[in-house]
Structures are given as C-alpha cells and as structure tokens.
C-alpha cells in the first residue's frame, strides 16, 4: 500500500474509533459509506480494515484481565475457541463498513 492509501486507513480507522466511541456501532456504517462517496477509487475493503482496526483500538484501552474473562466466557457460550469472540467483534465491524462502502458505491457512478 502506498503512505496516502496508509494515511487514508490511518484517518478512517480514527474516525471509527471516535465515532463508536461516542455514537455507538452504528456510526460505522455511517461513516464507511460517507468515506465512500468521498474516495470513490479506494476498495470497499479498506474501510472494512480501518473499521476493524478502530475497533481493536477500542478493545486494546480495555483492561485485559477482565476483558480476557469475557471473551472466554462468551465464546464458550457460542461454542467457540478462547477469544473467538473477540474475533467474531472485528469481523462485525469489519462486514459493517465493508457492506455500507459497497451500498453506495453506485451512488458515486451517477
């Protein structure tokens, strides 16, 4: 990847990250679609990366005894390996951004 396409991932996945962390999960789609309109050449998966990387931003300021807990308690509920769970999270906020940057694509086109 080039600095601009790692400087626009940078950019994004700060924006997710402050977005989630002050409106909730629903600005991610908000903003990978807007992100879209703005960059229409850059790849729909890119923001589906900066979104996951906001997000394990956000985990990361957890503390990890309590949140390693969780997570194992969590995924043995869904009957996943240790930290599954965690896993299952960022491909949540991945699909999210993934899916809103592909929506509106061809908004863009017209």
């Not at 957890?62 to 949140?67: G, H, K, Q, S, T």
């Amino acid at each position: 990847m080039t600095r601009a396409a790692l400087l626009d991932l940078a950019v994004l996945a700060s924006l997710t990250a402050a977005g989630t962390w002050f409106g909730g999960w629903w600005a991610i789609p908000v903003l990978a679609a807007l992100w879209q309109l703005l960059r229409p050449g850059a790849p729909a998966w890119r923001a589906g990366l900066a979104a996951a990387l906001g997000w394990g931003v956000l985990v990361a300021r957890e503390p990890w005894a309590p949140l390693a807990r969780l997570t194992s308690r969590v995924s043995g509920v869904f009957h996943l390996p240790p930290g599954g769970a965690l896993v299952v999270a960022l491909g949540f906020a991945w699909l999210l951004a993934w899916s809103a940057a592909r929506l509106v694509r061809p908004l863009r086109a017209q």
